[in-house]
């Protein structure tokens, strides 16, 4: 989960803020077969990616919600830990990948 | 303002507010209003219409599990985390004995309509489409078909209660088969490795030891 919701944050791109919901239906967006992702599993990730300092979060200006007449958004943004995070385990899995289909090569 | 989704809205917000009760004020009002974003965002984006309600029920159904554990955490790091462990284990001593005498006959039937409507909705959100195949239907209709036996074996068991009885356990049967998937077997399994793992364990020590022995002698 941690990692689905880095790789959606890096697809918005690196500066990019974006909140829950916005993650959930971009997760969504990139496997149309899933369910929009549950409430606790998503923002108990999102506090566990706060917390090991690979996302940052900051709670929207009350003002721009309250013109636009919506509750505030709690607006997360990937770091540069969070983003060689990313990277380092789509490589591992890339390698993982490659030495099994490797495995079965015929000798 | 749909019914059906203002109601799924206030059911999450009413979850939200319960586990997060004795919260310290930020965490419990930091969580409290990403939820209440969250649920309008939800809601604006699909015109509060009957999907956004299964959708953000669904949600919040699913969700119980991650949130109870993101609450034990925060008890873990509070001051207040004995005192509501104790509180949780009381009750939960509480609700065993109210489960034995009266909540078993009653959750055959949330079992059975959970079921049911747990395979309409997979119906309901996944029809067939002949490109993706019948997977979600196929679900769905066991689903459905599980629930309707559930049901039907229960009403049976006073007066026929063997096959009554059969009909239950037919139906309650996926249940049985995620469990079995999830908990039994990887438990057995622990339970196998470290059986064999100790055995192996010892084997290797026992000539090393021996030799020591002769060793000294």
């Not at chain 1, 300092?53 to 309250?66: N, P």
């Not at chain 2, 009266?102 to 395979?119: E, Q």
């Amino acid at each position: 989960m941690e990692l689905a919701i880095l790789g959606a944050a890096l697809e918005g791109g690196a500066d990019a803020e974006f909140y829950g919901y916005a993650i959930a239906r971009q997760m969504q967006a990139g496997d149309a077969s899933r369910l929009l992702t549950s409430h606790g599993t998503l923002y108990k990730a999102l506090d566990r990616l706060v917390k090991a300092g690979l996302l940052t979060s900051r709670w929207e200006d009350a003002q721009v919600a309250a013109d636009e007449e919506r509750p505030r958004r709690r607006l997360y943004r990937l770091t540069a830990a969070g983003e060689s995070a990313l990277r380092q385990a789509e490589r591992a899995a890339a390698s993982a990948s490659a030495a099994l289909v490797e495995g079965f090569q015929p000798l | 303002m749909n019914a059906a989704a203002r109601l799924s809205a206030g059911f999450a917000r009413t979850w939200t507010r319960a586990y997060t009760l004795g919260l310290d004020t930020n965490a419990k009002t930091d969580r409290r209003a990403e939820i209440e974003s969250d649920l309008w965002e939800h809601g604006t984006s699909l015109h509060w219409s009957g999907r956004a309600a299964l959708e953000m029920a669904l949600r919040c159904f699913l969700g119980m599990p991650a949130d109870a554990a993101w609450r034990a955490e925060q008890a873990r790091t509070g001051e207040r985390a004995a005192a509501i462990i104790a509180t949780l284990l009381h009750r939960a001593e509480r609700i065993t004995e109210w489960v034995a005498r009266r909540g078993l006959p009653g959750m055959t039937t949330v079992l059975a309509w959970a079921f049911i409507a747990g395979g309409l909705l997979l119906t309901l959100l996944f029809p067939f489409q002949p490109e993706k195949g019948a997977g979600m239907v196929v679900v769905g209709g066991w689903g459905i078909g599980a629930g309707l036996a559930i049901r039907w074996g229960k009403t049976r068991i006073p007066n026929r209660p063997v096959s009554g009885f059969l009909a239950l356990a037919a139906g309650a049967a996926p249940l049985s088969l995620i469990l079995l998937a999830t908990v039994i077997a990887p438990l057995a399994a622990l339970a196998v490795l470290t059986f064999e793992g100790r055995r192996a364990w010892a084997a290797w020590r026992l000539p090393k030891e021996a030799l020591r022995m002769s060793d000294s002698q």
